[in-house]
């Protein structure tokens, strides 16, 4: 069953990248992509000639309206349903698709399907300002001016050939005098699916403002004018206050639990420039600018394949592992050889460790590099309980991470993004065995550290490694998604 996505642009080149990733990312493979730009001089063009593939169709028709593209992509659409994804937002998953074709087959004799929206801040994906969710959703709500999540419908596209396309004399709020119309005067049957099918940033066409909010008050009024319903502005304003429950009643927690970012399969450089940057020189640290430096092994690769990580343009790595050898001809350079060459510039004043620091390592700092080392422990369990720990950090310092990946990893990257001053190694366990608390991997074990670390913790260590090994294997084989990363020394 073949399913047509239709994205509309207008000079989107600050968001377009993340939206066809998102198409790109999903695993349902039976998908046609139709986008259609309104004529964009920003350069979203020259992103989406880059992006043609046989699964897209790209439209440029200048001086169309929104609603107007959107109905010549459907028109234009090969697809048994339609969904209507904008140019400056995101799939919930990669398997949103996949689980909307699941639904649908499952319910054939329903024509329209109606999922959650979660509006995220900008840049921040898991940040989310607002939760608009078609549960409950009943016909009669639209006498309120109350319409379900447009963009997290799935419709048929019969629904479209018989009952009529979008109206585009409207500017906002053609999407709601699209289902009221069916809804009100075609009775089309619908369900309800209680699940987030789309992430949107903040910010758009019908929420900019209180002029946009006035004008699509306005259109909503003569969407029941023109279909010969009845109405006031009274009743439409009543929709004011569920506006507002849906800025503050909601379980973030809950709503990013089925998040999957997705993969960087196009435009790759534009988010980290040249991807995932390996040092194989400890002096190329750069010192100079804001960093984070992680090792590159088999975990961090599996929870890579995983999306629980990702590459940045501050992020860096040492070549901490044989299984990168997969990707780049480089030696393995343990961490803890690494750490004990590493040279700390003046301009660092004191070390911060996040994470346990035994005496006997925090005194091993103190003598190396002659600073003075503040250590805060950090709570057990996932990284959403981490961060809601206030990190206290002193200026001018080199923080150090001594959790497991990937959580040391996503530590680093929370902190990146509320500090603009930031350098930070995740050193892991590899600080332990540098100063001797632990014992240092035999030299005939040297590449497969990973096993000699059984030894102790056993059963913990055990599901980390067999995690990070299973989620390498299907990224490689299945995802193929080291074929699409690039792997870049730096020497």
Same mark, same amino acid.
């Given at each position: 069953?073949?399913?047509?996505?239709?994205?509309v642009t207008?000079?989107?080149v600050q968001?377009?990248?993340?939206?066809?990733? #998102?198409?790109c990312?999903q695993n349902?493979?039976?998908?046609?992509?139709?986008?259609v730009?309104?004529?964009?001089?920003? +350069?979203?063009l $020259?992103?989406?000639?880059?992006?043609?593939?046989?699964k897209?169709?790209?439209f440029?028709?200048?001086?169309? +309206?929104?609603y107007?593209?959107?109905?010549?992509?459907?028109?234009?659409?090969?697809?048994?349903?339609?969904?209507?994804?904008? $140019?400056?937002?995101i799939?919930?998953?990669?398997s949103?698709?996949e &689980?909307?074709?699941k639904?649908?087959?499952?319910?054939?004799?329903?024509?329209?399907?109606?999922?959650?929206?979660?509006?995220f801040?900008n840049?921040?994906?898991y940040n989310i300002?607002?939760?608009?969710?078609s !549960?409950?959703?009943?016909?009669?709500?639209m006498k309120?001016g109350?319409?379900?999540p447009?963009?997290?419908?799935?419709?048929?596209?019969?629904? !479209?050939?018989?009952?009529g @396309? !979008?109206?585009?004399?409207?500017k906002?709020a053609?999407?709601?005098?699209?289902? *009221?119309?069916?809804?009100l005067i075609?009775?089309?049957?619908?369900?309800?699916?209680? %699940?987030?099918?789309?992430?949107m940033?903040?910010?758009?066409?019908?929420?900019?403002?209180?002029?946009?909010y006035w004008? $699509?008050?306005? &259109?909503?009024?003569?969407?029941? &004018?023109?279909?010969?319903?009845?109405?006031?502005i009274?009743l439409?304003?009543?929709r004011?206050?569920?506006?507002?429950h849906?800025?503050?009643?909601f379980?973030k927690?809950n709503?990013?639990? #089925?998040?999957?970012?997705?993969?960087?399969?196009?435009e790759?450089?534009y988010y980290t420039?040249?991807?995932?940057k390996?040092i194989?020189?400890?002096?190329?640290?750069p010192?100079?600018?804001?960093?984070?430096?992680?090792?590159?092994? *088999?975990?961090?690769?599996?929870?890579?394949?995983?999306?629980?990580l990702?590459?940045? %343009? #501050?992020?860096y790595?040492?070549?901490d592992?044989?299984?990168?050898?997969?990707?780049?001809n480089?030696?393995k350079?343990p961490?803890?050889?690494?750490?004990?060459?590493?040279?700390?510039?003046?301009?660092?004043n004191n070390?911060?460790?996040?994470g346990? @620091?035994?005496?006997k390592?925090?005194?091993?700092l103190?003598?190396?590099?002659k600073?003075?080392?503040?250590?805060?422990?950090?709570?057990? +369990?996932?990284?959403?309980?981490i961060?809601?720990?206030k990190?206290?950090?002193?200026?001018? $310092?080199?923080?150090?991470?001594t959790l497991?990946?990937?959580? %040391?990893? %996503?530590l680093?990257?929370?902190?990146?993004?509320?500090?603009?001053?930031y350098?930070?190694i995740?050193i892991?366990?590899?600080?332990?065995m540098?100063?001797g608390?632990?014992?240092?991997v035999?030299n005939?074990m040297?590449?497969? &550290?990973?096993?000699?670390? *059984?030894?102790?913790?056993?059963?913990?260590?055990?599901?980390?490694?067999?995690?990070?090994?299973?989620?390498?294997?299907?990224?490689?084989?299945?995802?193929?998604?080291?074929?699409?990363?690039?792997?870049?020394?730096?020497?």
């Amino acid at each position: 069953m073949k399913i047509t996505i239709i994205t509309v642009t207008l000079n989107s080149v600050q968001t377009i990248r993340d939206t066809l990733n #998102s198409v790109c990312s999903q695993n349902y493979k039976n998908i046609e992509h139709i986008i259609v730009d309104g004529g964009s001089n920003d +350069g979203t063009l $020259s992103i989406l000639e880059k992006y043609k593939s046989k699964k897209s169709k790209i439209f440029v028709k200048r001086n169309l +309206g929104i609603y107007d593209a959107i109905n010549y992509g459907i028109k234009k659409s090969s697809g048994k349903y339609i969904s209507i994804l904008n $140019s400056d937002d995101i799939f919930q998953s990669n398997s949103t698709i996949e &689980e909307m074709a699941k639904i649908a087959l499952k319910n054939k004799k329903i024509k329209i399907f109606l999922g959650n929206v979660a509006y995220f801040d900008n840049s921040d994906y898991y940040n989310i300002k607002r939760y608009y969710s078609s !549960y409950g959703f009943k016909k009669w709500k639209m006498k309120l001016g109350l319409m379900p999540p447009h963009p997290a419908s799935l419709i048929k596209k019969e629904v !479209y050939d018989i009952y009529g @396309l !979008y109206d585009g004399n409207f500017k906002i709020a053609a999407d709601f005098e699209f289902f *009221l119309r069916i809804f009100l005067i075609k009775k089309i049957k619908f369900k309800t699916i209680n %699940q987030t099918f789309i992430r949107m940033r903040t910010g758009g066409i019908s929420g900019k403002n209180m002029k946009s909010y006035w004008i $699509s008050t306005i &259109e909503i009024i003569k969407s029941f &004018e023109n279909n010969k319903l009845k109405t006031n502005i009274f009743l439409i304003l009543m929709r004011i206050p569920v506006k507002i429950h849906q800025l503050f009643f909601f379980n973030k927690d809950n709503i990013n639990k #089925s998040f999957q970012l997705f993969r960087l399969l196009f435009e790759t450089d534009y988010y980290t420039k040249n991807s995932f940057k390996i040092i194989a020189n400890q002096k190329k640290i750069p010192f100079n600018q804001n960093f984070i430096l992680s090792g590159m092994n *088999l975990a961090f690769l599996g929870y890579y394949a995983k999306d629980k990580l990702f590459p940045t %343009q #501050s992020l860096y790595h040492w070549p901490d592992g044989i299984w990168l050898k997969n990707h780049l001809n480089i030696n393995k350079i343990p961490g803890r050889d690494l750490f004990k060459s590493l040279e700390i510039p003046k301009k660092i004043n004191n070390i911060n460790v996040l994470g346990n @620091l035994s005496i006997k390592s925090k005194k091993f700092l103190e003598t190396k590099f002659k600073l003075k080392v503040f250590n805060q422990k950090l709570p057990f +369990g996932n990284i959403k309980d981490i961060i809601k720990t206030k990190i206290e950090l002193k200026k001018n $310092s080199l923080i150090l991470i001594t959790l497991p990946t990937p959580k %040391q990893e %996503q530590l680093a990257y929370y902190i990146s993004k509320k500090n603009s001053n930031y350098k930070i190694i995740c050193i892991g366990a590899s600080l332990a065995m540098a100063s001797g608390e632990e014992k240092i991997v035999p030299n005939f074990m040297k590449n497969y &550290e990973f096993l000699w670390r *059984l030894k102790s913790d056993f059963f913990r260590r055990l599901k980390r490694l067999i995690e990070s090994f299973f989620y390498y294997i299907v990224g490689k084989y299945i995802y193929k998604l080291y074929q699409n990363t690039k792997f870049i020394k730096i020497d």
